[in-house]
């Protein structure tokens, strides 16, 4: 027998195996992509009850993007050994999967890909997808496998980790898509130039660790239909940042700077210019609290007032963790 057939021996024994120790309740179209989901990525799980703020959470979003939640049910898995990671599904009467979503390494681009054989799914999120860009395994999370999924009835995606710029490059071929969220990704500022006129899209959100500069926000105000921003651990000025956004006057709806750090006249002059927007900020003990890394990191980049009082909270809070 080849390597290639073994392999595939391997693993359609693995779901079948992965079938009967867990039950999939949904329509049997969509339990074998779950159990191929489960058994590519080799994770020790069992059957768990989803946790109740992420059901909640997926639920309000579904609501959020006009996704009728009645009669929805959740079924989910978590580790056997590792309590943080899980994987949920929200399917309605019919067994129709709409939502998937998890935290830890679950979508890769061939998993992405089979996704195809759920033509009710409506939203993907999953925190920790995948590997940092100096991991062996991270080139199989790139979000390049959204490029079975341009014509589906995906309305929200949100990935972390291993999504890059040709990930990025499908998914702004979904043409339906209304919310697109990277959080500490491999993508950098090119991969926003993606969605610049997108004709439906109207959330964009990116949390780095560096990759996008402020600039960035010029390609944002060029997706015509987004009123909700989120530019997040990020230290943002008026001058070349917040100034991109003028083409949004009236448009925004809300600008979410959550662990992003802002000198005070600057804020005044992004508010002065969408007085209707809902501004969101945190205090930098707050930013610190949540993740000194970023903090730091943070520290390191701004300038001004912001920068002297993230500063100051950084070394009270080192001081009270001695």
């Known amino acids: 027998m080849s390597k290639l057939l073994w392999f595939a021996f391997i693993v359609m024994l693995s779901m079948h195996q992965t079938a009967r120790a867990l039950e999939i309740p949904f329509h049997p179209t969509g339990a074998p992509i779950v159990e191929q989901i489960i058994a590519v990525e080799g994770h020790s799980v069992e059957v768990a009850e989803v946790p109740g703020w992420a059901r909640g959470g997926v639920f309000n979003r579904l609501k959020d993007l006009g996704v009728e939640t009645t009669g929805l049910k959740s079924w989910g898995v978590q580790g056997t050994e590792n309590k943080g990671l899980f994987l949920s599904c929200i399917f309605d009467s019919s067994g129709r999967v709409l939502a998937l979503h998890g935290n830890g390494p679950w979508l890769r681009d061939e998993s992405l890909r089979a996704l195809k054989a759920m033509p009710e799914l409506r939203l993907i999120s999953f925190d920790h997808n995948g590997f940092l860009r100096n991991h062996p395994m991270s080139p199989l999370y790139s979000g390049v496998g959204f490029d079975a999924l341009s014509d589906s009835k995906l309305l929200e995606i949100k990935l972390t980790l291993g999504i890059n710029d040709a990930g990025v490059e499908q998914a702004a071929k979904i043409k339906g898509l209304k919310s697109f969220t990277v959080v500490h990704s491999q993508v950098s500022e090119a991969a926003v130039k993606f969605f610049e006129g997108h004709p439906s899209l109207e959330s964009f959100t990116v949390a780095e660790f560096g990759n996008v500069s402020q600039a960035a926000l010029a ?9 909700r921003v989120g530019f997040q651990e990020a230290f943002v000025t008026y ?5 991109h956004l003028l083409p949004m006057k009236g448009r925004l709806k809300t600008l979410d700077l959550s662990m992003t750090v802002v000198n005070a006249d600057d804020l005044k002059r992004v508010q002065a210019d969408h007085p209707d927007a809902n501004i969101i900020m945190i205090a930098p003990a707050e930013i610190v609290k949540r ?7 943070l520290a390191g980049i701004a300038t001004g007032e912001a920068a002297e009082e993230l500063k100051k909270v950084i070394a009270e809070y080192q001081a009270d963790k001695r």
């Open 219 to 227: 390609s944002i105000a060029k997706m015509p239909k987004v009123t």
């Open 239 to 243: 001058k070349n940042g917040f100034q």
């Open 291 to 297: 993740h000194n890394y970023v903090a730091a990191r």
